[in-house]
């Protein structure tokens, strides 16, 4: 018989992981960019072994946040901003690891789906 699951964390905690993970996937999506000023060599060997060994672990983490943030704000009777931030911190997670399975996806920003140009 399965044990039942585990609560999730609380938000702050969903937010750091979603905040954290998009942060890593930004970081090491492209293998010629160091944001962190780190060696390019080191730099690349990163990109390559998080490709091979855990691009498909952060998507399944990034797309674990995004349910359970869903599933919150569905009852919720307004959305608080550590919830708004959560979700739009793991929706771009999401986003640069499926643009970096699968090419670049053609979504616009947040800015120009609001009208704000781009």
């Given at each position: 018989?399965?044990?039942?699951?585990?609560?999730?964390?609380?938000?702050?905690?969903?937010?750091?992981?979603?905040?954290?993970?998009?942060?890593?996937?930004?970081?090491?999506?492209?293998?010629?960019?160091?944001?962190?000023?780190?060696?390019?060599?080191?730099?690349?060997?990163?990109?390559?072994?998080?490709?091979?060994?855990?691009?498909?672990?952060?998507?399944?983490?990034?797309?674990?946040?995004?349910?359970?943030?869903?599933?919150?704000?569905?009852?919720?009777?307004?959305?608080?901003?550590?919830?708004?931030?959560t979700?739009?911190a793991a929706?771009?997670?999401?986003?640069?690891?499926?643009?970096?399975?699968?090419?670049?996806?053609?979504?616009p920003?947040?800015?120009?789906a609001?009208?704000g140009?781009?």
């Amino acid at each position: 018989r399965a044990l039942p699951a585990p609560p999730p964390p609380p938000p702050g905690h969903r937010l750091v992981c979603s905040r954290a993970l998009h942060a890593l996937v930004g970081e090491l999506s492209t293998p010629g960019v160091a944001l962190l000023r780190l060696p390019m060599a080191l730099h690349s060997d990163a990109h390559l072994a998080f490709e091979a060994d855990g691009l498909t672990e952060a998507l399944q983490l990034s797309l674990k946040l995004l349910t359970t943030e869903a599933a919150v704000v569905e009852h919720l009777a307004t959305l608080d901003a550590t919830h708004a931030r959560t979700a739009i911190a793991a929706c771009q997670a999401t986003s640069e690891i499926l643009a970096w399975k699968f090419g670049p996806l053609d979504v616009p920003s947040a800015a120009t789906a609001a009208g704000g140009g781009g």
